[in-house]
C-alpha cells in the first residue's frame, strides 16, 4: 500500500481486522520492522490521541519519530497553482512536501475542514496536495473530509465487542457547541458499509451527511425509535453538509441513559474528544457500556497495521 488517504485504501477488511487483533496481543513483534526509517508527523490542528497513538504506533515498529505541529510554528501554506505569493502565506506546499520527503520515510497528515466553503473542503486540497508533490507514502491523519484511522479502529473495536454476526449498529448526531467537521461520521459510515451490520444513522432534520457517502444506509430522524434493539451506539456531531458549517445545538439530542435503556444493552461508542453533558450524560459515559477508553486505546493497533503495511510494501 502506498498512502492510507481513505478506507477505500482497506484492500480486505476482515484480515486487517483480525490482522489488528493479533498486533494488540503481541505489539512489538515487528519492532526490527521500522529500524532507521522516519516518520513525520504534521499538525495543522490539535490532537490527543491521533498524535499519541501514531507515535506509540511507529515506536512498536522501531521507528524513529518526528513530530511538527503547524499551528503557529510552521510557515504558512499556499496550495493553488500560479498563485502570485503577495498575501499571508509564506510557503508552497510544492517545495514543502518535497523537503519533508527529504527527511522522512513516511508522513502522517491532521488538516481538518475549515467548515467555510464545502467545495474547497471536499476538494481534499490539503492532503491530496501532499500526495502529489511528497515522494514518500501519506497517511491521513484526519483530514476535511475523512477520518479512516479512526474508522479502522472503530471496525477492531465492534468485532471485539460483538456478541451476534450482525449486530445493530447506530450512529447518532449529538449537540455540540462548536462547528465540528462531517469527517469522522464520513469514514464510520463508508466503514460500515463494509461490514455484516445492521446499520442506522439518526440525525434531526437538516444534519444529512453527503448522500455520496451515505448511500443506501436507512436514516430515521427518531432517535429514540432509531435505538430501539441496537447493540452499539456510536455517538458524534458533526456541523451541516446541506447549510455548510451550520452549528447543531439541539439539547433534545444528548445520549442520556433513559435513552440508552431503550437499546440491546448497547455499548456506547465515541472517537473522543468529548464534551460531557453536553453530548453525553455523566451516567452514560461513566457506565459499564461504555467503550470509549478502549476504543481509544485501539488507535494504536490501527496506526500501527496501517504503517505495517505501508513499510511492507516499501
Ligand atoms: C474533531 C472532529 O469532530 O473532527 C476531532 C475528532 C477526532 N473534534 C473536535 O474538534 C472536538
Ligand atoms: N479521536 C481522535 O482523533 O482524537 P484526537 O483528536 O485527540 O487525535
Known sequence: MKNYFSIKDIDSLNTWVQEAIELKKTPLSHNQLGK??????????????????TQKAAMNLGMNVIVMNFTGEGWSLEYGDGTVMDQGNSEHVKEAAQVVSQYCDVLAIRAFAKLEDRKDDYSEKVLKSFIKYAAIPVINMESATGHPLQALTDAITITEHKKTDKPKVVLSW?????ALPQAVANSFVEMMQHMDTHFVITHPVGFELASEITKEVPIDYNQESAFKDADFIYVKNWSSYNDYGKIGEDKSWKITQEKMNLTNNAKFMHCLPVRRNVVVEDAVIDSENSIV??????RTYAAQLVLKKILETK
Open 36 to 53: 532507521d526509517k522516519t516518520i513525520g508527523l504534521l499538525f495543522f490542528n490539535p490532537s490527543l490521541r491521533t498524535r499519541l497513538s
Open 293 to 298: 477508553i478502549e476504543q481509544a486505546n485501539n
Open 174 to 178: 449529538a449537540p455540540h457547541p462548536k
